[in-house]
């Protein structure tokens, strides 16, 4: 999980679901990943070590900041077995890293107290933890 940086002009000081962007103009959507991860926190994995698990249309009307999102969130996979305090973190966008197990996010993320510290992305980090589910019983 990531805490999103107070200069930021959206859910500034909010937690969220590590590393996300967009994708630049011209770029595919796992080199926009690859680029994501490098950036905001310092990791350089290989194309072949991001496991696409899923790509879901999103469309948010996002009031606090006068913003319609229309977007298509591909969803990746990987695994980093280090400290946290090895992520090297880009300060515009991120406060703050964490590892949280899924039990508990779900936890979080179910009780509206809690919730409130988070991005609002509703039913998008149900299915997105449904989707981890899946791809982890492959395993």
Request: aromatic share 10%; hydrophobic share 30%; proline share 4%.
């Amino acid at each position: 999980m990531q805490l999103r940086s107070k200069i930021k002009d959206s859910h500034p000081g909010q937690w969220d679901i590590s590393a996300a962007g967009h994708v630049d103009s011209g770029e595919t959507p796992l080199k926009g990943a690859l680029r994501e991860i490098w950036e905001e926190i310092g990791i350089k994995p290989s194309s072949n070590e991001l496991k696409l698990i899923e790509v879901r249309k999103i469309s948010k009307y996002q009031p606090e900041i006068g913003w319609q999102n229309n977007e298509f969130s591909y969803i990746y996979l990987y695994q980093f077995d280090e400290d946290v305090t090895k992520l090297k973190i880009q300060e515009e966008e991120v406060e703050k890293m964490k590892f949280m197990s899924l039990k508990k996010f779900e936890k979080e993320i179910s009780n509206p107290e809690t919730y409130k510290k988070y991005v609002p992305h509703g039913e998008h980090y149900n299915k997105t933890i449904k989707a981890i589910r899946e791809e982890l019983s492959k395993i």
